[in-house]
Nanobody, 121 residues
Framework: QVQLVESGGGLVQPGGSLRLSCAAS????????MGWYRQAPGKERELVAA???????NYADSVKGRFTISRDNAKNTVALQMNSLKPEDTAVYYC???????????????WGKGTLVTVSS
């Protein structure tokens, strides 16, 4: 089995920073794309940022220039550095990863349980 465990959420004032981390564990051959999604109350889950195994990032327009995604392939981790946070960034943030457990298997999409980020004064 594979697990994704997020950490780093919390309460921060507008303009502040937080760093989210996600670690994948279990039966892992390799990990393709890793990413972060978020879901605010009453809204659909949306992509925040994703990064390929080779390190190419992709960001939602709403976070470009403020958030930075990074990964460590050796440690099976992905991080999201969030700066200049705004109240509209408040949401539950979910880690996502496309993971192959064996070389001959297709990747399976896994989700973490989520970590709450609240931006408020």
């Amino acid at each position: 089995q594979v697990q994704l465990v997020e950490s780093g959420g919390g309460l921060v004032q507008p303009g502040g920073s937080l760093r989210l981390s996600c670690a994948a564990s279990g039966s892992i051959f390799n990990i393709n794309t890793m990413g972060w999604y978020r879901q605010a109350p009453g809204k659909e889950r949306e992509l925040v940022a994703a990064i390929t195994r080779g390190g190419a990032p992709n960001y939602a327009d709403s976070v470009k220039g403020r958030f930075t995604i990074s990964r460590d392939n050796a440690k099976n981790t992905v991080a999201l550095q969030m700066n200049s946070l705004k109240p509209e960034d408040t949401a539950v943030y979910y880690c996502n990863a496309d993971i192959k457990s064996r070389s001959y298997l297709q990747g399976i999409n896994y989700w973490g349980k989520g970590t709450l980020v609240t931006v408020s004064s």
